[in-house]
């Protein structure tokens, strides 16, 4: 259907579903379209570089900025998956270790939420379990905005952390264990069927920072959903806490959101399992597995699925994983899209 016909929009469902098609659509002859220009005025630039209009130094910046332009769209074309254009919903556990693996966890929420503002990103903090003296136990974030699930599947598994310790008085070199569990935040465009019966609630207080901010009223809900595992073929259970809005009915409502986004996921689980099965030349992804380690002292953060490594930790912990992300999904990209 045209999006010009007087009756587009009389299905809104349908005229969405159309309008994303088209947007998609847009997104990639743009994107060809940057390409294109970068080539031509890469041509030109060589042209005036013979005739000495412009410096070598000049061409050889026209030369990286057109594979840089090339390379970004090769990079979207690794995210073909009905599910990697949506967004992410990123779960952070820590892991044994007490406080240490706790400041490790919030140093990763950090790390996250610092990326998705430098990529313009809307993030929101549905959930957090403060740590007992520093750090978090767990936190949920949502990160909404095209794409951001397709390159945050690359953060699913277990961040390891090897420091000297702020907190071990003998200034001990300690490692620390943090789960990263990544889902894509499902959106109208996709229908998910949750069994009634296997569903309850709990209600109790969000905790406040005290004074005229302690919740008085129980707005928190902590969902219960007992199913049988798509992946496993067992009886299964998710439980899900949401804190963030200061009604039960917006806590709930997001939380029936993230449920219906995990059960998703192990919808997609299950097909790469059944994929794998067929392609089994493909290099196997461990998604439960550690992925990358973090080493402060050795200057050093290295993936152990691509190899790809930095001595720039810091840049790192700011949110600057885009360079890892590009080396997963340049690996791991067609495997890991249905």
């Known amino acids: 259907m045209h999006t010009q016909a007087p009756n587009f929009w009389e299905n809104q469902q349908t005229a969405e579903e159309q309008m994303r098609k088209v947007k998609e659509i847009k997104r990639w002859m743009d994107g060809f ?6 080539v031509e005025e890469l041509n030109l630039g060589y042209e005036f570089c013979k005739e000495g209009a412009i410096s070598e130094e000049e061409l050889d910046a026209l030369y990286a900025h057109t594979i840089e332009t090339l390379e970004a769209l090769e990079l979207k074309n690794m995210l073909q998956g009905e599910e990697d254009k949506l967004g992410a919903a990123v779960k952070i556990v820590s892991g044994a270790g007490g406080t240490e693996a706790q400041d490790w966890a919030q140093m990763l929420m950090r790390l996250y939420l610092r990326w998705a503002e430098a990529h313009h990103y809307k993030s929101e903090i549905t959930h957090q379990l403060n740590g007992d003296e520093a750090g978090i136990k767990t936190v949920t974030i949502q990160i909404e905005g095209d794409f951001a699930y397709g390159y945050l599947k690359s953060e699913n598994g277990v961040h390891r952390l090897v420091r000297v310790s702020p907190f071990n008085a003998q200034g001990k070199r300690m490692t620390s ?10 959106d109208d465009s996709i229908e998910i069927e949750i069994n009634n019966v296997g569903l309850s609630w709990d209600t109790f207080r969000s905790s406040g920072a005290g004074g005229q901010n302690v919740n008085k009223v129980e707005t928190g809900v ?7 595992n798509p992946v496993t073929g067992a009886d299964d259970e998710i439980v899900i806490e949401n804190t963030e809005s200061r009604s ?12 219906k986004s995990q ?6 689980e299950k097909r790469r ?3 794998a099965k067929v392609e089994a030349g493909k290099k196997k992804i461990e998604w439960g597995s550690q992925i990358r380690s973090y080493v402060f002292d050795d200057r050093r953060v290295k993936d152990h699925r691509t190899g790809y490594q930095t001595s720039n930790v810091q840049a790192v912990m700011d949110g600057n994983i885009d360079d890892f992300i590009k080396a997963f999904l340049m690996t791991f990209g067609q495997a890991t899209s249905i």
């Not at 379209?33 to 970068?38: G, K």
């Not at 264990?177 to 499902?186: A, D, E, G, H, Y």
């Not at 039960?248 to 449920?259: C, I, P, T, V």
């Open 33 to 38: 379209a940057t390409v294109e220009e970068a």
């Open 177 to 186: 264990f943090t789960s990263v569990f990544v889902t894509p935040l499902i």
């Open 222 to 228: 902590r969902l219960h959903y007992r199913f049988k």
């Open 248 to 259: 039960q009915l917006g806590n709930k409502e997001n939380a029936l959101r993230l449920l």
């Open 263 to 268: 059960l998703y996921e192990l919808e997609l």
């Open 273 to 275: 399992i059944e994929t």
